[in-house]
């Protein structure tokens, strides 16, 4: 009676760590799915033209973004929001090109803290340097959004 009893916890322990594991997997799968962030690669989200725009994106942000919004997307204390993880920004990435084409002022709320100070508009960026600015800043850092269709970037400057 006692033997076969012992006999148990060894293929119970296994079960256990088993249970375990597949639990632990399926938890790491429906967070990827839910969350805006996620640490997949660029590869795994944009196509090589994509990439490209990343790229030339990275390059535009580097030279009229970065000064403001910081090199990592942090932004400044509660002068300058975030757009590393902004709610306002991936709730409407699209959106943004406004903001970018013509500026943005007054009060607005970005992860619960409240900024308001203007920013310029950019009238000699195009609708495709718009779009590559739009892939960069919501591909980079923790930001996994996927790809800006200039389309749409045209279509959103338009309304
Ligand atoms: C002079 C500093 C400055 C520069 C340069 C600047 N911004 Fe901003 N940006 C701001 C401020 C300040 C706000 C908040 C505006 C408000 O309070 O209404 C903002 C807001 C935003 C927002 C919406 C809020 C958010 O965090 O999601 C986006 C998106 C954005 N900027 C993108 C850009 C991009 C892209 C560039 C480069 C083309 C850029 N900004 C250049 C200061 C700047």
């Known amino acids: 009676m006692v033997k076969s009893k012992m006999n148990t916890y060894p293929f119970l322990k296994g079960f256990c760590l088993l249970f375990g594991l597949v639990l632990l997997a399926a938890c790491q799968s429906g967070t990827d799915k839910t969350s805006s962030t996620s640490t997949s690669s660029i590869q795994d989200r944009l196509d090589n033209k994509e990439i490209k725009y990343f790229s030339n994106g990275k390059r535009l942000y580097t030279q009229y973004c ?93 309304k």
């Open 66 to 158: 970065a000064n403001c919004h910081m090199e990592d997307g942090e932004g400044l204390g509660k002068l300058i929001p975030p757009l590393n993880k902004a709610d306002y920004l991936l709730k409407d990435v699209v959106g943004a090109a406004k903001i970018i084409a013509h500026g943005q002022q007054g009060e607005i709320m970005v992860n619960n803290i409240q900024y308001n100070q203007p920013m310029p508009g950019y009238s000699n960026l195009n609708a495709n340097q718009i779009a590559e600015l739009l892939t960069y800043i919501s591909n980079a850092w923790d930001n996994a959004y996927g790809p800006v269709e200039v389309n749409d970037v045209k279509k959103a400057l338009n």
